[in-house]
């Protein structure tokens, strides 16, 4: 069976001429615009169904999903001629591109405690996190999106927060996506993930307003581009909250693909896909896309984080030695130097998951999986400390204030995200 992915080709901001208005009345107006039924009719009247989010999937071959905040369509057929009808419906607004394999970096794991380790300071001196705790300043009023393997909302590190979690099964039907309270997979990553974010006594931002979207299963570390766009999706519909509208907002992405796992004959159509849909995070939502470059060593870089619109993230020890795993090289879109910046990515202690006596356990681990989460918070530090300050202009300021590491090369971009 066929499917393909159609992302829209112009920002509605740029559509709608929104630029010039503040970022809370621009997503306001784009979530108006969200509403669309022309294209639809259409692809129901070549045969098609639309799967309804409050419906159950049909079983029919034939199918579309409709996910409108993203800015994408979803179409599935095992009919080539249905499959050309559809493409003729949706082009040229949108581009058409393959569904793709994603997935996480491997991150090692070092040692685990069945309690956590007492220590003055769970980040040295240099990130300013302790600078940011004397003033007050925790990440309180920014909302950070995490798409990972999930994470175990009642650790002791993330208990007391409430989450707006949402899973996404390997076939994203409507009545399978569930929102429900927050849970890992087996090997913990989701939950480390999150509590170096925003955990009670280990996370950089512990005062950050959090959603959690599963989609990644922890055996393979793989997931799709289909999944990946409906917890984007969803994410981005939590806009037509009121309470969320002003909010700065940083989506963490420790997963990506390679080139070498596409045919070379879809390379540009998934490249110019990807740009697509990131432009729609930042130029029609501000939000900033915090993204770990991957643990492939140098010379190797890691997509979307080597998209401009992307923060793409180094890992370095709290010796400030850049990661031997960590990734580093060209970008293959803009033939700059990866990564943007360096964040703590080496034997970090965080919250690893539950036993069967219910205790939480904690776990030291490596990658830029850890280092991303890191970024992820003190960039919720600063946008806290600085109201109105968010998207492409907070990823500025973080390269503006990196803390510079002399001799490490281009290993580490601008050098350590810190809070200053």
């Known amino acids: 069976m066929g499917k393909f992915i159609a992302v829209r080709r112009r920002s509605r901001a740029e559509q709608l001429r929104l630029e010039a208005l503040p970022y809370e009345d621009r997503r306001l107006r784009i979530m108006q615009e969200v509403p669309e039924t022309t294209r639809s009719e259409a ?9 309804e989010p409050e419906e159950r999937a049909p079983d029919e071959e034939n199918k579309f999903q409709r996910l409108g905040y993203a800015g994408v369509y979803v179409v599935e057929t095992h009919d080539a001629d249905k499959a050309q009808q559809a493409r003729e419906v949706l082009e040229p607004e949108y581009h058409i591109m393959p569904d793709i394999d994603m997935g996480l ?22 990130s300013g996190v302790a600078e940011a705790r004397a003033r007050g300043i925790t990440g309180k009023g920014v909302l950070v999106g995490i798409l990972d393997t999930g994470c175990d909302a009642d650790h002791l590190e993330l208990r007391d927060k ?25 090997n913990g990553h989701g939950t480390h ?3 170096i974010v925003a955990g009670k006594n280990v996370g950089v931002a512990p005062g950050v307003d959090l959603m959690v979207a599963s989609v990644i299963e ?98 370095v020890g709290f010796d400030l030695e850049p990661a031997w ?35 939480s356990l904690y776990a030291e681990k490596s990658g830029t999986s850890m280092a991303t989460p890191y970024v992820t918070g003190i960039a919720a530090l600063v946008a806290a400390a600085n109201p109105g300050l968010q998207g492409a202009r907070l990823r500025q300021h973080l390269l503006d204030h ?15 995200a810190r809070f200053t």
């Open 43 to 51: 692809l129901q009247r070549i045969g098609l169904q639309k799967v």
């Open 105 to 126: 970096p491997w991150a090692t794991q070092s040692h685990v405690y069945e309690r956590r380790p007492r220590r003055d300071s769970y980040w040295p001196e240099e």
């Open 162 to 186: 409430e989450i707006d979690f949402c899973y996404v099964p390997l076939k994203p039907t409507p009545e399978a996506v569930r929102t429900v309270r927050g849970f890992d997979d087996t």
């Open 193 to 195: 993930v999150t509590s």
């Open 218 to 315: 922890s055996e393979t570390v793989k997931t799709s581009l289909e999944r990946v766009i409906v917890a984007l999706d969803w994410m981005l519909s939590q806009f037509q909250l009121d309470s969320n509208a002003d909010k700065a907002t940083i989506l963490n992405l420790s997963l990506g693909f390679r080139q070498d796992w596409i045919e070379v004959t879809q390379i540009e159509s998934v490249l110019d896909g990807m740009k697509l849909l990131l432009s729609t995070l930042v130029v029609d939502f501000d939000v900033l896309p915090v993204v770990a470059i991957g643990n492939d060593g140098p010379g190797t870089v890691r997509a979307p984080g080597y998209f401009p619109e992307c923060l793409s993230v180094g890992a």
């Open 325 to 359: 795993f960590s990734s580093s090289g060209l970008s293959p879109v803009t033939g700059e130097p990866e990564p943007d910046i360096a964040g703590y990515g080496v034997r970090v202690l965080a919250a690893l998951e539950r036993d069967a006596q219910r205790r």
């Open 402 to 416: 990196a803390l510079r590491l002399d001799g490490v090369g281009e290993r580490v971009g601008a050098g350590l």
